[in-house]
């Protein structure tokens, strides 16, 4: 499986390009960010990657693709990218699953921690000049309640473990009653699930009001997991603790949206799991399915195109 023609969804300026570098000469690659780029390679092509595409282009593409064998995504979330001749097709889907998941565990300590120690007080101290003296929170011992439970949530509960917090979570299995329990004894609550029909708004006034008063609603999963206006609403009454947000339900987040101005909401710009190298790993993950793929292997990172993750 030497000779194959892969089509690259993405600027064709983008310098990733040259990663490709590294599979086999036989290997034909064809990148564009538009439509005619693919009129040649795309009838005989046997892989796409979709790298910085839209869900149009993608589709656009497919259809131009009868040959394709395997579709590659470079994110994880697949929610703005699965169209109905791709999910309904008997071709393989993989996705970049795994290689945000340790950073974004990361950033769900990093707020845990924001919140317990008061920094942002800290911060605004120092730069007034101030000397603030306040009690600040041990978090060994306290709860961190987990809805979803793939690669982001174990990395997330790996490292709250290691802190000394209680951990449990809250899987596919569980129902209505199990998110209540967790919501009620969570200290922290993470959201780290796919966005699917049943996920979304999973987060809204009433699981907002079921939250403990002092309680941090961290999301690393999808924005639409959470009802914007309801957290929004909560926040200004200071029904919960806070919140910290890397995802949103527009992006970018518009000038003069509400949570610009709570000073009880950590926001990232979706930049969470934006490392200096986050990119490489994600193309050197394809590299490596790649040559599973040439080598006839099981590839990794399967999707379930039904579920949508």
Do not use: C
Request: proline content about 6%.
């Amino acid at each position: 499986m030497d000779d194959n023609t892969v089509l690259v969804l993405t600027d064709p300026t983008d310098p990733l390009l040259a990663m490709l570098e590294a599979l086999p000469d036989s290997v034909r690659i064809a990148a564009g960010n538009r439509v005619e780029a693919f009129s040649d390679a795309a009838p005989e092509a046997d892989v796409i990657l979709n790298w910085t595409g839209s869900r149009d282009l993608l589709q656009q593409v497919w259809r131009m693709a009868p040959r394709v064998r395997w579709v590659h995504s470079r994110s994880a979330g697949l929610d703005e990218l699965l169209f109905p001749e791709l999910a309904e097709s008997a071709v393989p889907l993989t996705n970049a699953r795994g290689v945000f998941s340790e950073i974004l565990g990361e950033f769900v300590i990093a707020a845990v921690l924001f919140f317990a120690k008061g920094l942002r007080r800290m911060v605004r101290s120092q730069e007034a000049g101030a000397w603030d003296p306040f009690d600040t929170v041990e978090v060994a011992g306290q709860t961190m309640g987990i809805i979803g439970l793939g690669d982001i949530g174990k990395a997330a509960a790996r490292r709250a473990e290691a802190l000394g917090l209680r951990v449990v979570g809250l899987g596919r299995a569980d129902g209505p009653q199990g998110k209540r329990d967790l919501l009620a004894q969570s200290d922290y609550v993470v959201l780290s699930a796919p966005l699917t029909l049943e996920t979304r708004g999973l987060i809204g006034e009433v699981e907002l009001r079921a939250m403990k008063p002092a309680a941090i609603l961290i999301n690393v999963g999808r924005g639409p997991l959470v009802d914007e206006a309801a957290l929004i609403a909560a926040l200004r009454e200071k029904r919960i603790g806070g919140a910290a947000l890397d995802v949103f339900d527009q992006e970018p987040l518009p000038p003069g949206h509400p949570f610009y101005a709570f000073d009880n909401l950590l926001l990232s710009p979706h930049s969470a799991d934006h490392t200096q190298d986050w990119q490489q790993r994600a193309m050197q993950l394809f590299l490596d399915n790649f040559d599973r793929y040439r080598k006839g292997q099981p590839l990794r990172n399967l999707v379930d195109k039904r579920r949508g993750y």
